[in-house]
């Protein structure tokens, strides 16, 4: 039996063996218009691929759910394989085909090839099966149709093929002769003389390797290249490939390091794949991203979708994370990011579904990656995928800045402190970026919102915490100063300091902002008692709740507390 690239296939066909033979004829059929069907550069699932072979689409059995997608090249050298055997299974008559059927000397015959070129195009989408003719002989056999169909969709092969012709003795000697040539002239260049010598001669470069693998072990032959490891040494593919992301041309260090231009670019690749596969690639999956023919609807946008006044800005806010804003005026990076302008929900939903179907699509080529043998194609592909989810990430987080500046300054009155509540709010909102799930029906902005106010809480915690000793003794002398006894003043401390433990502990994120700014925790005078609180309505207005709901959630909240802390300890965090 033929080795099959999909184990899905090769299940298949095990399964179609025991069809009737009316349904295994018209699978053979069906195997003829699929070649026909499939398109270069394009990936299949393989419930596809069963629906267009069998008629019915295939449910039940881990093998019909594979995550991985059939390529072109495998379809076509799986196809053909698939019809051959299953016609083994099988009587065909040459009668009951109603069209004119060629054997594969008589394709040779009529295309001037040889029979192992007849081999090759089966491997390449020229579908055949065995049929039994009129002297009782079964003979592998392809009918009209399929001869037509493959030389129409390779021409150029076929007419390569026609050109066959067999090395005569002058032209063999002629072919050692140079290849001698080169062996005197450049000794470390065997590749490149195999090239340039099959360019000359007008042959395949196989043929000229097989003529110098026999003049080289041939006693009489002159030809002594040097043959050189295929592997490069780790320490030398580093090199090379950072001299080549310094711009240095690939005939440049062919010379620097004695290698052959595939060389170079076997390991130029290699270290593309060795970094690729050290980046992590996370994103929000959605089942739609599986379906078949989602490619052109999820990363082309509507007609009319991203019109001219709407379209985001490209020439603003180009990189986030190099903007400095101590360089320049609160007012002038403003000015800046206003000129970007806002998206609209169905704007925003299609940036974030393509951003996180881009990522998919790279993941999903990662996890193919060959460690020793890279693709070139598919480290492009990867990279391409990833530069385009960035531009879309920075689209997204362009049109929300303005929302971190107007957050920003509810936190703060000095203009000083602004230019670090920005820069903490832009790393937040991209952290939201990466973690928000468009599915949901909201915007980006409302969760940023949360993220944003989390992350000043937590800048605000770390700003107020100093060290037990220096606060004691600070609070002692305020105390004495204020005549306020010492042992209240350390019970209070001492609640203080053990209540942020228990509520990281104990409440959730959004409970523990609550509490702490409704009981003045993070924003207090020295100990007097007097507490700088916010009311309900003010973190609603924050926290964009109502102030239904934020009084709900501090309720559950003080609940959690209470029933870890003690009775002095909670008195002491819900008084004066």
């Known amino acids: 039996m033929a080795r099959f690239i999909s184990p899905q296939l090769q299940q298949l066909l095990m399964q179609a063996k025991f069809a009737p033979e009316k349904k295994r004829l018209q699978q053979l059929d069906a195997c003829e218009a699929l070649v026909h069907l499939i398109q270069p550069n394009h990936e299949y699932p393989f419930e596809f691929i069963c629906f267009h072979i069998t008629g019915y ?13 059939l390529s072109y090249n495998e379809l076509l050298s799986d196809i053909p394989s698939y019809a051959v055997q299953l016609s083994r299974s099988m009587r065909i008559p040459a009668s009951s085909v109603p069209q004119k059927v060629h054997t594969i000397d008589s394709l ?9 070129t007849i081999s090759r195009w089966r491997q390449r989408g020229l579908v055949g099966c065995y049929i039994v003719f009129s002297d009782g002989r079964i003979r592998l056999a392809f009918k009209d149709s399929s001869v037509d169909l493959y030389v129409r969709n390779n021409r150029h092969k076929v007419l390569k093929g026609k050109k066959f012709s067999h090395i005569s003795d002058t032209e063999r000697q002629a072919i050692s002769d140079r290849l001698e040539r080169w062996s005197r002239r450049c000794p470390n260049h065997r590749q490149e003389a195999i090239r340039r010598t099959a360019r000359r001669f007008k042959r395949s470069a196989e043929t000229i390797r097989t003529i110098l693998n026999d003049a080289e072990t041939s006693s009489y032959g002159n030809i002594q290249f040097k043959k050189r490891s295929y592997s490069i040494p780790l320490h030398q593919r580093q090199e090379i490939y950072k001299q080549y992301q310094n711009n240095i041309p690939i005939f440049e260090l062919m010379k620097r390091f004695d290698r052959s231009k595939s060389n170079i670019y076997r390991a130029i690749n290699i270290e593309k794949a060795a970094q690729l596969l050290d980046v992590e690639i996370s994103y929000i999956h959605s089942p739609d991203f599986d379906e078949t023919g989602t490619q052109a609807r999820f990363l082309n946008p509507e007609p009319g979708l991203f019109a001219a006044d709407c379209s985001v800005n490209q020439n603003h806010g180009t990189r986030l994370e190099e903007k400095k804003l101590d360089q320049y005026s609160i007012n002038t990076y403003m000015k800046d990011i206003y000129q970007t302008p806002l998206l609209a929900a169905t704007q925003e939903k299609f940036l974030f579904r393509r951003y996180n179907y881009l990522k998919y699509l790279a993941d999903r080529l990662q996890k193919n990656i060959n460690r020793k043998e890279p693709s070139a194609r598919t480290l492009n592909r990867i990279r391409l995928y990833l530069h385009k989810a960035k531009e879309d990430k920075d689209k997204l987080i362009r049109s929300n800045l303005r929302l971190v500046v ?6 703060t009155r000095n203009e000083s402190e602004m230019s670090e509540l920005i820069s903490e709010g832009n790393m937040a909102l991209m952290n939201s970026v990466e973690k928000f799930d468009y599915k949901r029906g909201v915007k980006l902005s409302t969760y940023a919102t949360w993220a944003v106010v989390r992350r000043y809480a937590t800048l605000r915690s770390q700003q ?6 220096e606060t004691t003794d600070e609070l002692l002398e305020v105390a004495h100063d204020m005549r306020v006894r010492d042992n209240k003043v350390l019970a209070v401390e001492s609640a203080r300091m053990s209540l942020e433990g228990v509520m990281a502990e104990t409440l959730e994120d959004r409970e523990r902002t609550i509490v702490k700014e ?18 309900l309505r003010q973190i609603a207005e924050v926290l964009g709740l109502s102030k239904e709901r934020v009084r709900k959630i501090e309720l559950f909240a003080l609940q959690k507390l209470r029933k870890v802390l003690t009775r002095e300890q909670f008195d002491l965090l819900t008084q004066g």
Do not use: M
């Open 108 to 116: 040779a015959r009529r295309f001037r090839v040889c029979r192992k």
């Open 464 to 469: 107020n915490r100093r060290p037990i000793h």
């Open 518 to 535: 409704h009981y003045g925790l993070i924003k207090q005078t020295e100990i007097t008692g007097q507490r700088k609180a916010k009311s």
């Open 57 to 69: 689409r295939p449910h039940g059995g881990k093998e019909f759910h594979a995550d991985k997608l």
């Open 406 to 411: 107007s957050i920003a300054r509810r936190h």
